[in-house]
């Protein structure tokens, strides 16, 4: 079964506006990871998150995690047209050396 | 820009035939990954290599094959197409040690359709 599921699994803002997807996982972790998908293309590395960090910035992205519920979100603030695409999160099982990824939070950001 | 390579970007073939698809990289990446991904978006491992002549089977069972003779190329085999085969196809690669730190670089994929 999927280690990630991403949920919503679409999101529709207008421009300027935070979106915030959430990712669910069903083992323990060594780490999480996000990643964007524009249309047909391959996916690109945003952050990473250890275990044992609850908060991570980058520029806009703002990342949490809680292990106790096994769930991360994503922030984006101030959300540009630009930043239309899907987002994965994905996730190594402990004791494991691949990683898993989720099912993928379509957002469109409406200019 | 991401330093690996996948060709073709689309494919269209007849049932039947073998296409061989081919992933590149100039990272010196050790860890090499092929993933399959569905119209509904989920991404499935089907294979992975940790090395030259490394090569292992991912969580989706899939009729392809791997090889990895060289660091850099890590391609993936149909000997008969079918139309079920008919997804986008991801490769990946990672540096040993560091894809905790680094993540995954992808390539942009090939989009195989069997008809």
């Known amino acids: 079964s999927q280690q990630g599921e991403e949920d919503p699994q679409a999101l529709s803002i207008q421009e300027g506006e935070n979106a915030t997807m959430n990712c669910s996982y069903k083992?323990?972790?060594?780490?999480l990871q996000w990643y964007r998908q524009n249309s047909g293309r391959g996916l690109v590395h945003l952050i990473l998150?250890?275990?044992?960090?609850r908060e991570k910035h980058s520029g806009r992205l703002r990342v949490t995690l809680d292990t106790s519920k096994k769930s991360s979100s994503l922030l984006i603030t101030a959300s540009r047209a630009a930043d239309t695409a899907s987002y994965f999160c994905?996730?190594?099982?402990?004791?494991?050396?691949?990683?898993?990824f989720g099912t993928g939070t379509r957002l469109k950001v409406l200019a | 820009e991401a330093d690996i390579y996948q060709t073709p970007r689309y494919l269209v073939i007849g049932t039947g035939k073998k296409i061989t698809l081919e992933c590149s990289q100039t990272?010196?990446?050790?860890?090499m990954y092929w993933y399959q991904q569905d119209p509904g978006m989920e991404l499935h491992l089907i294979h992975y290599?940790?090395?030259?002549?490394?090569?292992e089977k991912g969580d989706l069972s899939s009729e392809s094959t791997v090889s990895r003779i060289r660091t850099e190329h890590f391609p993936l085999t149909l000997e008969s197409a079918r139309p079920s085969h008919t997804s986008q196809y991801l490769c990946?690669?990672?540096?040993?040690?560091?894809?905790?730190?680094?993540?995954?670089?992808f390539g942009s994929g090939t989009r195989l359709t069997v008809v």
């Open positions: 083992t323990s972790i060594n780490n």
């Open positions: 290599s940790y090395g030259v002549n490394s090569t």
């Open positions: 990272m010196g990446h050790d860890k």
């Open positions: 998150i250890r275990s044992n960090e």
């Open positions: 994905a996730t190594d099982a402990t004791g494991t050396y691949k990683y898993i």
């Open positions: 990946a690669s990672s540096e040993l040690g560091l894809d905790r730190v680094h993540g995954y670089t």
